[in-house]
């Protein structure tokens, strides 16, 4: 079961352009994360945000969890070469263990 | 200093044939996992174990069995490899694995299988 749908699932920008990818869901989740993957590489956490509402920035990343903590949004201003990857977001059930992935946003920002 | 190693990198091989993949961790913490990212990009969890005791077993075939000798270490053997089994898999932990997913997973480099 599907339960993190991810939009858009490519996106092709150039430098300095602004962009929103969304991740949605029907579930409530405890906690979400989002991730970056570069190619050939494992994902590395970017940030997690657990209250619902939460803002949170990392540089010229945001990222917003909802209020009714069902869906997040990460904003990148500016964007640039270097934030080329695949960004995927993930969430935590309360009463589970493992980690339920979307299945990404292929990001490529050319110069 | 690699914090979540796994090995090989690249495994190519037969139809039929039986392989495993290691992992190892050197950040101490007590939980590991194995997830496929298929062609797609689609990261699943397959298995997690919590100080060498498993604790997620999603539908994977049984043709899949974890190992793990000790909290730093999880392989993954596969027997009777099919073609549906070529993908990339990725080893990751986290400090205590508790539910919620609030931990930060620290992911190995993948390793990249094809059944031909």
């Known amino acids: 079961t599907q339960l993190l749908e991810q939009s858009p699932q490519f996106l092709s920008i150039q430098e300095g352009e602004n962009l929103t990818v969304y991740c949605n869901s029907s579930?409530?989740?405890?906690?979400l994360q989002w991730y970056r993957q570069e190619p050939g590489e494992g994902p590395v956490l970017l940030v997690t945000?657990?209250?619902?509402?939460e803002v949170k920035k990392l540089k010229r990343l945001t990222f917003q969890f909802g209020d009714a903590r069902k869906d997040s949004s990460l904003h990148i201003t500016a964007a640039q070469p270097g934030d080329t990857g695949l960004y995927l977001c993930a969430g935590g059930l309360a009463s589970g263990y493992a980690l339920n992935f979307g299945k990404g946003t292929s990001l490529l920002v050319t110069p | 200093d690699t914090a979540v190693s796994q090995t090989p990198k690249y495994l190519v091989t037969q139809m039929g044939n039986d392989k495993s993949i290691k992992c190892e961790q050197n950040l101490g913490h007590d939980t590991m996992y194995w997830y496929k990212q298929d062609s797609k990009k689609f990261l699943k969890i397959m298995f997690s174990y919590n100080n060498k005791e498993l604790i997620i077993n999603e539908t994977v075939p049984n043709r899949f069995s974890p190992k793990s000798p000790d909290k730093a270490h999880l392989n993954l053997h596969i027997n009777s490899l099919e073609l549906g089994d070529s993908a990339v898999y990725f080893c990751?932990?986290?400090?205590?694995?508790?539910?919620?997913?609030?931990?930060?997973?620290?992911f190995g480099p993948g390793t990249r299988l094809l059944v031909l």
């Open positions: 990751a932990s986290s400090q205590d694995g508790l539910a919620g997913g609030q931990e930060t997973q620290y």
């Open positions: 579930s409530v989740f405890s906690s």
């Open positions: 945000v657990v209250t619902g509402g």
